[in-house]
């Protein structure tokens, strides 16, 4: 039997993983290919990256834009937060469709199906499958192919404690099942780091809890006799949160925007924001970009036809993508990677001194990819420059299904010798 599982620790680092903070996956490195070039979306978020991971396609063309987003309802813009259980039902009413293009939940869904075990928020969870096509389980509400609901939901709490019970029945049931592609996307570190600085003791605690889970999974997939691929990473980095702004307020302090006003939406993705603009206020785009880019907080502004750089593209309102100024200053544990962050939307904390991310800085843009299997050499590290559209075409490719209009290509396509380097 040919199979797929995927592994994903959310918001780990490439820098945190070593033998004295992740044992499993240190040794599972030895045994894999490891690539070291590999990069999140922008935002660098886990919403936006599950759409990415699940369709092999960009924002530009998948159509989700980022963790918070604006659609067009009742004529005006309005925010979103793609994190409810109900964002895409509500954006298949606003726009027609949840994504635009095919999950691998759609294009497997008669050739051995998709099952996903996930952790994180339920809008994430629902971005591998939104339509029904296989099944998830998340702690919100699981379904079934139809959108059916499961008999046995997932009954587990947000955090170390729930991604261990998960995995757990993770290996009961997707381990020991017969689904083409199973995915188990653990919580941690992500969760933690949002709340503790990086490196602290709780964080490196949770990190080695985390660890112990994957490899615990690791080790059940192993004692499989079948042609196997095995992909584990995660979805994108953290940096330490140094201050926190409010791009809203400062627009209409500038007198560039109205208070309240529509005409001018920010939408605050972490390290990372998403401004949109109404036909209505079209001729400020240029003015808001310079306004921004002068700030002392903001780093990379991109507007227009410049979204095409990092994915995007300025539909459904989308004019400006902001990534938060950031550095390579360490946090108090020596921990290196500082960013600004953009004010959450809905009154939701942001931690000075903890994680975060959503924008380029480095470290955020750092997470893990190792890939075991057919074709995949051990303890190879290849500098070629990856992203998470890649892994759709690489799982695939393994289980022998087209995949036609995908902007991420086959990663064993890319392991020439001269690339690679053994540890």
């Known amino acids: 039997m040919t199979r797929a599982f995927v592994v994903i620790l959310d918001g780990l680092r490439r820098d945190l993983v070593s033998p004295e903070t992740t044992p499993n996956l240190t040794r599972f490195a030895a045994g894999a290919t490891t690539f070291t070039a590999h990069r999140s979306v922008f935002p660098s978020a886990t919403r936006v990256v599950s759409a990415a991971f699940s369709t092999g396609c960009y924002p530009a063309r998948n159509g989700l834009q980022g963790n918070t987003v604006a659609l067009v309802k009742d004529g005006a ?12 039902a509500a954006k298949r009413a606003l726009t027609g469709s949840a994504l635009h293009r095919p999950t691998m939940a759609e294009r497997l869904k008669d050739r051995g199906g998709v099952v996903v075990f996930n952790n994180v928020s339920p809008g994430a969870a629902y971005a591998h499958d939104p339509d029904g096509y296989g099944t998830v389980y998340h702690r919100a509400g699981s379904h079934a192919p139809g959108l059916a ?14 991604d261990r019970a998960m995995a757990e029945r993770f290996v009961a049931e997707a381990v020991h099942g017969a689904a083409a592609l199973s995915v188990l996307w653990l919580s ?15 964080h490196l605690a949770v990190l080695a809890e985390a660890d112990a889970i994957a490899g615990h999974v690791l080790a059940a997939i192993d004692r499989l006799d079948e042609d196997t691929l095995l992909v584990v990473g995660s979805d994108h980095g953290h940096q330490t949160v140094g201050e926190v702004v409010d791009i809203d307020a400062y627009l209409v302090a500038d007198g560039l925007k109205r208070e309240g006003g ?32 002068a700030a002392p907080w903001s780093g990379t502004v991109l507007a227009g036809d410049q979204l095409a750089e990092i994915g995007q593209a300025p539909t459904g309102g989308l004019a400006i993508a902001v990534s938060m100024a950031a550095s390579d200053a360490p946090n108090t544990y020596g921990v290196p990677g500082t960013s600004a962050a953009a004010r959450p939307a809905g009154g939701k904390p942001d931690r000075l001194g903890c994680g975060q991310h959503g924008g380029l800085g480095r470290y955020e843009q750092s997470p893990v990819l190792m890939i075991r299997g057919r074709g995949h050499r051990p303890g190879i590290r290849s500098g070629e420059p990856t992203s998470i559209v890649d892994l759709a075409p690489t799982i695939l490719t393994h289980l022998g299904v087209p995949h036609e209009g995908l902007d991420g290509r086959d990663l064993l396509a890319t392991l020439e010798p001269h690339g690679d380097q053994r540890p």
């Open 262 to 293: 529509t005409d001018v939406v920010v939408a605050p993705n972490g390290t990372g924001a998403l401004v949109y603009v109404a036909p209505e206020a079209a001729d400020r785009v240029s003015a808001i970009a310079d306004a921004i880019a």
């Open 188 to 202: 941690e570190p992500d969760t933690t780091q949002h709340a503790t600085p990086l490196g602290s003791p709780e």
């Open 77 to 88: 813009l309005t925010l979103h937060d793609v994190g409810r259980p109900d964002f895409f």
């Open 149 to 162: 609901p499961v008999a046995k939901p997932l009954d587990v709490t947000l955090g170390i404690e729930g």
